[in-house]
């Protein structure tokens, strides 16, 4: 496998991560085009500075690295970090999190479980998808173990249907992508079942649309926008018992 595909999944998540910044938290259709990494937004990061989503990302990197493979309580451990010293983090504090990751972690310490993300419908938020690259780079040999374990990921902090069976579908995507298919390949309807034996009508509903291409008929101003509990601001670092933002 070219090694390039592996740094541009990791180099394309930050790099988005950092462009998007900008603009974040503001209403689809409210600002100009965002055509350069202008860094600002609500957190006045500099140009090229990244958010939590490539914090928490580096943490499963990291995580899958030291324990060469998945290993859901040492993942979260490595999120409670960030949250609490920073780990990973452009600014060396943990600036931003959503609710979503920050009640799921409040809920490992409390309960030691890291499956603690909540299975509630209305907090299927993006997090646990924003950060996935790490793991079908790790299992992009076997296909099938890539969206098992992009389940699992997703699992720590986002166990909602939609959220888990998103990640599965874009683990599958991703190998794809990494192992040199086409475009066309990959997001043709039966890719996941024929590839990664995925089966799309294992999925959540809205999920096994876009598996199906329903997004090749969305205009722009179609999209869902996240779910709340995802796109808040609230941060309350545990270190210091003070709460950030709105």
Same mark, same amino acid.
């Given at each position: 496998m070219n090694r390039h595909r592996f740094r541009g999944a990791l180099l394309g998540l930050a790099t988005g991560d950092? *462009?998007?910044?900008?603009?974040?938290? =503001?209403?689809?259709?409210?600002?100009?085009?965002?055509?350069?990494?202008?860094?600002?937004?609500?957190?006045? *990061?500099?140009?090229?500075?990244?958010?939590?989503?490539? #914090?928490?990302? !580096?943490? !499963?990197?990291? #995580? !899958?690295?030291?324990?060469?493979?998945s290993d859901p309580a040492d993942q979260i451990e490595r999120y409670l970090s960030w949250w609490r010293d920073g780990t990973n983090s452009v600014t060396g504090t943990c600036f931003d999190i959503g609710n979503t990751v920050r009640s799921a972690l409040v809920r490992y310490r409390e309960t030691g479980d890291p499956v603690a993300g909540s299975a509630d419908p209305r907090s299927a938020g993006n997090g646990s998808i924003m950060r996935l690259a790490p793991v079908p780079m790790c299992f992009a040999g076997d296909p099938v173990a890539a969206v098992r374990?992009?389940? %699992?990921? $997703?699992?720590?902090?986002?166990?909602? /249907?939609?959220?888990?069976?998103?990640?599965? *579908?874009l683990a599958a995507v991703l190998v794809g992508f990494l192992r040199g298919f086409s475009k066309a390949e990959v997001l043709s309807a039966r890719f996941p079942e024929e590839f990664a034996r995925l089966e799309t009508d294992s !999925?959540?509903?809205?999920?096994? =649309? *876009?598996?199906? %291409? $329903?997004?090749k008929d969305l205009?722009?101003?179609? /999209?869902?926008?996240?779910?709340? $509990?995802?796109?808040?601001?609230?941060?309350?670092?545990?270190g210091q018992g003070r709460s950030f933002g709105p």
């Open positions: 950092a *462009l998007g910044t900008t603009v974040e938290f =503001k209403p689809r259709g409210s600002f100009a085009p965002v055509t350069d990494i202008v860094g600002g937004g609500p957190f006045g *990061l500099e140009p090229g500075q990244w958010t939590d989503d490539t #914090s928490m990302a !580096l943490c !499963l990197a990291d #995580s !899958l690295f030291a324990c060469d493979g374990e992009a389940a %699992g990921s $997703s699992r720590t902090t986002h166990g909602a /249907g939609e959220a888990v069976d998103a990640c599965r *579908l !999925l959540a509903p809205e999920i096994r =649309k *876009l598996a199906r %291409g $329903s997004y205009r722009r101003t179609e /999209g869902r926008d996240p779910a709340p $509990s995802d796109r808040a601001a609230t941060v309350q670092n545990p």
